[in-house]
């Protein structure tokens, strides 16, 4: 089983910064690919942002250029760093990761997800 515990979401004024975590433990033999998906109310959940085991990035375009994915490998846990926010990146945040036990089997996990409000 492996755990995934998100932290540091919470209410922030819009062009404020915050900065999320994702911190997998478990039986975790390799980790691959992270990533930070969100929901906001009455919308589908959205991909926002990706890395690859080798810190390859990608985001999606209403986040680019404001929002930072990054990942201590060392530690497994993953982060999101967001700048310039605003009201419609409101939203419950969840990680994602796609990790490898011990028996070379695949696996996909969640986090419980994390609010993030921001006020205008």
């Known amino acids: 089983q492996v755990q995934l515990v998100e932290s540091g979401g919470g209410l922030v004024q819009a062009g404020g910064s915050l900065r999320l975590s994702c911190a997998a433990s478990g039986s975790i033999f390799m980790i691959n690919d992270m990533g930070w998906y969100r929901q906001a109310p009455g919308k589908l959940r959205e991909l926002i942002a990706t890395i690859t085991s080798g810190g390859a990035t990608n985001y999606a375009d209403s986040v680019k250029g404001r929002f930072t994915i990054s990942r201590d490998n060392a530690n497994n846990i993953m982060y999101l760093q967001m700048n310039t926010l605003k009201v419609e990146d409101t939203a419950v945040y969840y990680c994602?990761?796609?990790?490898?036990?011990?028996?070379?089997?695949?696996?996909?996990?969640w986090g419980q997800g994390t609010q993030v409000t921001v006020s205008s």
């Open positions: 994602n990761v796609a990790w490898i036990n011990g028996r070379s089997r695949p696996f996909n996990s």
